[in-house]
């Protein structure tokens, strides 16, 4: 079955636009920050391909959450919900961009980089969206891999190897994960509570799920260090990272002390800068002479 009228945005609406841009933006980090020589006409292609693989993941998510996704407020005005597009429609449009992202990839840039490029789709759709996300509390904990791997992604695109130097910028969205999308969650809970999907809040309760939100942001500090003592970044970045991870336990203790969800919004919009600032002070970190830059600032 074809949907009658199909347009280009809607297509565009099925990747995920606004997820896209964080995964992108992080895959371009690893890229930037990795050791060795890219030529820029290569990198634009690796960002590329990358970018169209999220995409590609998110309309294979639509296809299989559209029966869920009508129930939910915050996603019932989806392209396939909406019927603008047909199941069919997403499942072949996420099949060829995966194709075509994954073969781009290996060809244009590295195997290496290709064969994780397909492991993340394959991991979000199959691991997170397909059996994780309907059967345990857990979905978000495991599954959030798949949006750690963009900056290994782009760091395999420069060495054309999967390095140990690049897992702290695994383990910095791998942890951040769980917090970021429970304070969702637990805003969202009726949305999560009607389509039976077992998000933490429903499972575990309120109480519990912020008490894990407060674990997690304390266990993330020392994670989003590490790139520092790692030699993957430089004081700079591990100055802002301190700043940035005292402002999110602080939120995630206000979220555990507030009977009303004004904190857990205020904390979903935090995280959001939070990632965002620690990757582009990393690549600012490692920008030429910005070192030198600041050092010779504070001295005169």
């Not at 492991?119 to 996300?133: D, E, G, H």
């Not at 799920?209 to 266990?219: D, R």
Request: hydrophobic share 60%; glycine share 8%.
């Amino acid at each position: 079955m074809v949907a009658a009228g199909a347009r280009v945005g809607d297509f565009w609406a099925l990747m995920k636009p606004r997820v896209m841009s964080l995964v992108v933006f992080s895959g371009f980090a690893g890229l930037y920050v990795a050791p060795g020589e890219i030529h820029p006409l290569i990198a634009a292609v690796a960002v590329l391909c990358i970018a169209v693989a999220a995409g590609a993941s998110g309309a294979m998510n639509m296809w299989y959450d559209r029966d869920i996704d009508g129930i939910m407020s915050r996603t019932c005005g989806r392209p396939i919900p909406k019927g603008y597009v047909a199941p069919e429609q997403a499942l072949a449009f996420g099949l060829a961009l995966s194709a075509f992202s994954v073969m781009l990839m290996g060809l244009a840039v590295n195997v290496a980089a290709a064969a994780l490029l397909a492991f993340t789709i394959f991991f979000y759709v199959v691991v997170y969206t397909i059996w994780l996300k309907r059967r345990t509390p857990q979905n978000i904990v495991i599954g959030g891999a798949a949006g750690a791997f963009p900056p290994m992604i782009g760091w395999a695109a420069v060495t054309g190897s999967i390095d140990w130097a690049s897992l702290p910028l695994f383990a910095l969205i791998f942890m951040w994960t769980p917090p970021h999308f429970w304070a969702l969650a637990l805003w969202r809970n009726p949305d999560y509570m009607r389509a039976g999907v077992p998000m933490m809040p429903v499972v575990a309760g309120m109480e519990s799920t912020k008490k894990q939100m407060l674990l997690y942001t304390v266990l993330l500090a020392p994670v989003a260090l590490a790139p520092v003592f790692l030699g993957v970044a430089g004081w700079v970045y591990g100055a802002t990272a301190i700043v940035l991870n005292a402002g999110f336990i602080y939120r995630a203790w206000r979220v555990l002390r507030s009977d009303d969800l004004v904190w857990a919004k205020k904390m979903f919009g935090f995280s959001l800068v939070y990632l965002f600032l620690h990757f582009l002070v990393l690549m600012l970190d490692r920008a030429p002479g910005l070192v030198s830059l600041v050092r010779g600032t504070l001295a005169w």
